[in-house]
């Protein structure tokens, strides 16, 4: 059973796919950001980790949890400073550890609203894309829609 693009590959869209050799608790499901696949690696997950995942991270959204960033810090400089400090509030698509192969961070100003990200695992191709720091401009409802969405299309028959 094959559900398909939610989203936007442009910004945020997540495939997901068939179940992954007729098991329920593991689905192939590819998440896009900015266009580039950042499930590059491994793109099966399990299914009650990234329902669980998911639902944190729209929670997160919505909550405000996420600190507004007022400095003129470049992408590499900001995404340094939250690997550096750990800043969980921040992280956002962290949705099952064996297949995201990017570590992604939300950030709001009061001009703007984007994720950034950069492939950690060096099995990712092109290998000359990690460890770059990548930014999409994207509004926060756009992400809460998508992975929203997404919550309604996955199974929750784990077992």
Not at 19 to 38: A, T
Not at 80 to 88: S, V, Y
Not at 124 to 137: I, L, T
Request: proline share 1%; hydrophobic share 35%; net charge negative.
């Amino acid at each position: 059973m094959t559900m398909g693009l939610i989203g936007n590959r442009t910004k945020l869209a997540v495939d997901i796919g068939d179940y992954w050799e007729g098991s329920k608790q593991n689905q192939h499901i590819k998440v896009w950001l900015g266009g580039k696949d950042i499930t590059s690696v491994d793109d099966v997950v399990y299914l009650p980790t990234f329902y669980h995942n998911l639902k944190n991270d729209i929670e997160k959204l919505k909550s405000h949890t996420h600190v507004r960033i007022d400095n003129n810090s470049s992408d590499e400089a900001l995404f340094i400073q939250f690997e550096m400090t750990d800043a969980a509030q921040h992280r956002i698509l962290s949705l099952d550890l064996t297949t995201m192969s990017a570590r992604c961070y939300y950030v709001h100003s009061q001009n703007s609203s984007y994720i950034i990200f950069s492939y950690w695992d060096e099995r990712h191709e092109p290998r000359s894309e990690v460890g770059k720091v990548f930014h999409v401009d994207i509004e926060k409802e756009e992400i809460v829609n998508t992975l929203q969405e997404t919550l309604h299309n996955i199974s929750t028959k784990w077992y």
